[in-house]
């Protein structure tokens, strides 16, 4: 088994259950029989960089950020050629491998309604009334394509009988639905966990998804995925709002609004073509994640209106609360910059040209992402 427990953590705390499969023993260039119809599935690299880059964050940056003190990890990781971690050998991603974690995880996020359950994957998917999340040896059984695959829509039904008052699911993988899963309807996923009616009826348990129906997960080769890219990022402070006294905080709602925000507009995408659209479900009200230490850096970008004006433009921006004082001479193209979130700045612009007036305005600097216009009067 691979459980990361923190010994020293008593009461209500954070207890996550991870998973990372790129390699797969019956799809193309895996080391077992290989299925007759693979769906067009294969081998990826992306899934396991994905999740190490959560843990990473788990281990590194939550501590910092807790509303509750993070307990335990359960990590499950199938790439080629093995996994450890801070050099500790992971079990494979099989659905055997899972069943034993689950019920570990279940156990401890049952222990305090305090908890806060975190279930997050990264690889495979597929969809038809359900998302199958699938797992290192699906296609096992050739005649029953999903027995090794997750129903995440099972598991959080079956978490309904945990006391964790808070229950989080994430799944970044794909959505495709193929005519092979429609035509075999009867068969099904493992939930993990066997579905309840009733339990923890007034549970908060927003899952949130990579992509929409029907859409693929994307990532660039050999990196982390994009979905994951933006989750990190709006966890770090891209998700930030200021809850009064310039206290900031990342909550829910505000979370799911930014990753969907940077996958459309921020850097996490392909440069060309359709950008990926993540997706809410599950039940949940609003409620705060994490505590940020300050302001989060914004990435901001000022346009001269009209452009031809960026040449003759000197700009100025100002934020006494924040100590920022940022110029630029007149330059062609877009002003690129970060500075930290704030509703209290200032833009300013004069023209070298005298062909308009110098202006002043304030202006508010928001995550996840800011952009304002420097628009010369005539």
């Known amino acids: 088994m691979t459980s990361f427990v923190d010994g020293r953590t008593s009461g209500p705390a954070l207890h996550a259950f991870v998973m990372g499969v790129g390699a797969y023993r019956h799809l193309p260039g895996g080391a077992g029989p290989v299925l007759k119809n693979p769906l067009g599935l294969g081998q990826v690299l992306e899934p396991p960089l994905s999740a190490r880059a959560f843990v990473d964050w788990l281990t590194n940056d939550y501590p910092e950020q807790a509303i509750r003190p993070l307990g335990s990890i359960e990590l499950l990781m199938s790439a080629d050629g093995g996994y450890a971690y801070k050099g500790r050998p992971v079990e494979p991603a099989t659905l055997p491998a899972a069943q034993s974690a689950v019920a570990r995880w279940f156990e401890r996020c049952d222990s305090d309604e305090g908890n806060i359950a975190l279930f997050y994957f990264s690889g495979h998917g597929l969809e038809r009334d359900h998302q199958y999340l699938l797992l290192e040896d699906f296609g096992q059984a050739p005649m029953d394509p999903l027995a090794m695959s997750i129903d995440i829509n099972g598991l959080w039904d079956g978490m309904a009988g945990c006391r964790a008052s808070t229950q989080i699911f994430i799944t970044d993988a794909c959505r495709q639905v193929?005519?092979?899963?429609?035509?075999?309807?009867?068969?099904?996923?493992?939930?993990?966990?066997?579905?309840v009616l009733g339990g923890n009826t007034h549970r908060n348990a927003p899952m949130m998804l990579a992509t929409r129906k029907g859409d693929v997960a994307m990532g660039a080769p050999g990196e982390v995925t994009y979905f994951t890219q933006a989750l990190l990022a709006a966890l770090r402070g891209a998700a930030g709002e200021d809850a009064g006294n310039d206290k900031w905080v990342v909550s829910y709602f505000r979370l799911a609004d930014a990753v969907q925000r940077l996958l459309a507009y921020g850097p996490y995408g392909p440069t060309s073509g359709d950008r990926q659209q993540s997706r809410i479900g599950g039940e949940s009200q609003n409620m705060v994640l994490l505590r940020l230490a300050g302001p989060p850096e914004v990435p901001l970008r000022i346009d001269c209106v009209p452009p031809e004006t960026a040449t003759v433009a000197a700009l100025e921006l100002t934020s006494q609360l924040r100590n920022v004082a940022r110029t630029r001479t007149p330059t062609a193209g877009s002003w690129q910059l970060e500075v930290p979130a704030a509703h209290s700045y200032?833009?300013?612009?004069?023209?070298?040209?005298?062909?308009?007036?110098?202006?002043?305005?304030?202006?508010?600097?928001?995550p996840p992402l800011a952009q304002l216009d420097a628009e010369a009067t005539p």
């Not at 075999?184 to 993990?192: I, Y």
């Open 346 to 366: 200032r833009l300013a612009a004069t023209y070298v040209d005298a062909c308009h007036p110098a202006w002043s305005h304030p202006v508010a600097v928001l």
């Open 178 to 195: 193929t005519w092979e899963l429609i035509k075999t309807f009867s068969t099904r996923g493992n939930p993990l966990i066997p579905p």
